[in-house]
Antibody, heavy 121, light 110 residues
Framework: QVQLVQSGSELKKPGASVKVSCKASGYTFTSYAMNWVRQAPGQGLEWMGW????????TYAQGFTGRFVFSLDTSVSTAYLQISSLKAEDTAVYYC??????????????WGQGTLVTVSS | QSVLTQPPSVSAAPGQKVTISCSGSSSNIGNNYVSWYQQLPGTAPKLLIYENNKRPSGIPDRFSGSKSGTSATLGITGLQTGDEADYYC???????????FGGGTKLTVL
């Protein structure tokens, strides 16, 4: 069965960096793009962008350029989200979520369990 | 500001039926598939409906989806206390070239 397992919670100081991992299993990793979604405390879902797991080409949503980087290690079927120069407003749960594929653009199907990133001095 | 518009909250008694609306535009719902997600407290979103009205394996037929024009609706029948959760609609927005979500609807089963 499809599973996306993310790395554990992180507590970081402002200005630091964090790297969240998302390990996929149960399907061919390079056949489905991976989305990243942010959920701030008590708020809704916000799409951050996606990465083509075949080419490694990332696409960032508005508001997620510059400090946010999507990357891959296809040898271990893992996607990464790195955030640099962390700010208090980056405090949120970050989800990886698989694109359903099939050639038609759609919202994600399978989701990771989420990684809480807390930025506090 | 969410791309799609949902009511903040809905409520109904156990055993009853509830519907949750999701309003968009021709660039998103009007020309793309809609998905619905259930987010139980403290957990990740879970896919309930995809391609407007299809249920993944394991999702009971108490959950249904429909779409008309630039709006979509999630229906839940035979409400249970375990259905208390936040529900989100999602779709692709062709103008923004982005996935868009609704702001979420909190379902209370009284």
């Amino acid at each position: 069965q499809v599973q996306l397992v993310q790395s554990g919670s992180e507590l970081k100081k402002p200005g630091a960096s964090v790297k969240v991992s998302c390990k996929a299993s149960g399907y061919t990793f390079t056949s489905y793009a991976m989305n990243w979604v942010r959920q701030a405390p008590g708020q809704g879902l916000e799409w951050m962008g996606w990465i083509n797991t075949n080419t490694g080409n990332p696409t960032y949503a508005q508001g997620f350029t510059g400090r946010f980087v999507f990357s891959l290690d296809t040898s271990v079927s893992t996607a990464y989200l790195q955030i640099s120069s962390l700010k208090a407003e980056d405090t949120a749960v970050y989800y990886c979520a698989r694109d359903p594929g099939g050639g038609t653009a759609m919202a994600p199907d399978y989701w990771g369990q989420g990684t809480l990133v807390t930025v506090s001095s | 500001q969410s791309v799609l518009t949902q009511p903040p909250s809905v409520s109904a008694a156990p055993g009853q039926k509830v519907t949750i609306s999701c309003s968009g535009s021709s660039s998103n719902i009007g020309n793309n598939y809609v998905s619905w997600y259930q987010q139980l407290p403290g957990t990740a979103p879970k896919l309930l409906i995809y391609e407007n009205n299809k249920r993944p394996s394991g999702i009971p037929d108490r959950f249904s989806g429909s779409k008309s024009g630039t709006s979509a609706t999630l229906g839940i029948t035979g409400l249970q206390t375990g259905d208390e959760a936040d529900y989100y609609c999602g779709t692709w927005d062709s103008s923004l070239s982005a996935v868009g979500f609704g702001g979420g609807t909190k379902l209370t089963v009284l």
